[in-house]
């Protein structure tokens, strides 16, 4: 089962508790944006294996949104983190660099 640490609530809970709200850090694009770029914005996400940067909502806590990084293969939790945050904060990159010196970096990784 998957446990996050709710980074507002200053608690841990499972994915019972939590709502997935897919990748984040993505760039949204407003009215003036190109077709292609809203067909983007929409349609195409990573999925990548290995290290993933999402969004979730703490539902039945403080119902706020917060982001997580993990890895998509082992479920192994590198760090949560405000979802205000434009990037990943430099200490869950140093968490994910301990434990996988080759990873490249980047919230699109």
Same mark, same amino acid.
């Given at each position: 089962?998957?446990?996050? %640490?709710?980074?507002? !609530? @200053?608690?841990?809970?499972?994915?019972?508790?939590?709502?997935?709200?897919? /990748?984040?850090?993505? #760039?949204?694009?407003?009215?003036?944006?190109?077709?292609?770029?809203?067909?983007?914005?929409?349609?195409?996400?990573?999925?990548?294996?290995?290290?993933?940067?999402?969004?979730?909502? %703490?539902?039945?806590? !403080? @119902?706020?949104?917060?982001?997580?990084?993990?890895?998509?293969?082992?479920? /192994?939790?590198?760090? #949560?983190?405000?979802?205000?945050?434009?990037?990943?904060?430099?200490?869950?990159?140093?968490?994910?660099?301990?434990?996988?010196?080759?990873?490249?970096?980047?919230?699109?990784?």
């Amino acid at each position: 089962m998957l446990v996050l %640490h709710c980074p507002y !609530c @200053g608690v841990d809970v499972d994915e019972t508790d939590l709502h997935g709200g897919g /990748e984040a850090h993505l #760039t949204r694009h407003g009215p003036g944006s190109s077709d292609d770029e809203f067909h983007d914005y929409l349609f195409q996400r990573a999925n990548p294996k290995g290290v993933h940067f999402e969004r979730w909502r %703490h539902v039945y806590g !403080c @119902g706020k949104y917060f982001h997580a990084a993990r890895c998509t293969m082992t479920l /192994e939790v590198f760090g #949560t983190y405000s979802a205000q945050t434009l990037e990943p904060p430099q200490e869950i990159k140093d968490a994910i660099m301990a434990k996988r010196p080759d990873w490249t970096g980047g919230a699109k990784s």
